[in-house]
T-cell receptor, first 114, second 111 residues
Framework: NAGVMQNPRHLVRRRGQEARLRCSPM?????VYWYRQLPEEGLKFMVY????????ESGMPKERFSAEFPKEGPSILRIQQVVRGDSAAYFC????????????FGDGTRLSIL | GENVEQHPSTLSVQEGDSAVIKCTYS??????FPWYKQELGKGPQLIID?????GEKKDQRIAVTLNKTAKHFSLHITETQPEDSAVYFC??????????FGAGTRLTVKP
């Protein structure tokens, strides 16, 4: 039973390019969460999605960042016109439903901006 | 929104000793408190969780306690082993899916 799958594991982009991070939730999970982690820091909530719906995007920067979770296929976190400060590890988690359900994490995408 | 404070930020213990990590939360509506272990280069792994209708939960060498009145919860690891060395995160959420994480505790178990 595959866990949460994120790809790519490592992504290098130059300033101004676009970064697309993918997350396939665990089988049977319809809720996806994205978090950002800077070195030696905790996880910062970015966005919570269900299939075709954004439920809570209170942690997302207002510009350049967007997320989607289409009816078919993985969830995508998209960062346009990347800057050096976007360098971080981005983690995706999934759960079978909302509320008091455990979130299961992928191993993250390490984004480096040159 | 919820604010979770975690202490200490680093903890070093001798193999076989116990380790305790403490967290406080601000939102009285929070009712779910998971703990995660993160090893280098990996994603956080859920190790134990507790819901607000219980005060204590144990799973082998790991236990979690919850004090709703004081709004704090703790992770206890007994008989620590070198493989327990990792970063541990507490988190708190309510039914609104608003899960917030503490800043993490780097635990080092010395052989």
């Amino acid at each position: 039973n595959a866990g949460v799958m994120q790809n790519p594991r490592h992504l290098v982009r130059r300033r101004g390019q676009e970064a697309r991070l993918r997350c396939s939730p665990m089988k049977g999970h319809s809720h996806v969460y994205w978090y950002r982690q800077l070195p030696e820091e905790g996880l910062k909530f970015m966005v919570y999605l269900q299939k075709e719906n954004i439920i809570d995007e209170s942690g997302m920067p207002k510009e350049r960042f967007s997320a989607e979770f289409p009816k078919e296929g993985p969830s995508i976190l998209r960062i346009q016109q990347v800057v050096r400060g976007d360098s971080a590890a981005y983690f995706c988690a999934s759960s079978p439903s909302g509320g008091r359900q455990p979130q299961h994490f992928g191993d993250g995408t390490r984004l480096s901006i040159l | 929104g919820e604010n979770v404070e975690q202490h200490p930020s680093t903890l070093s213990v001798q193999e076989g000793d116990s380790a305790v990590i403490k967290c406080t939360y601000s939102d009285s509506a929070s009712n779910y408190f998971p703990w995660y272990k993160q090893e280098l280069g990996k994603g956080p792994q859920l190790i134990i969780d507790i819901r607000s209708n219980v005060g204590e939960k144990k799973d082998q060498r790991i236990a979690v306690t919850l004090n709703k009145t004081a709004k704090h919860f703790s992770l206890h690891i007994t008989e620590t082993q070198p493989e327990d060395s990792a970063v541990y995160f507490c988190a708190a959420s309510s039914n609104n899916n608003d899960m917030r994480f503490g800043a993490g505790t780097r635990l080092t178990v010395k052989p």
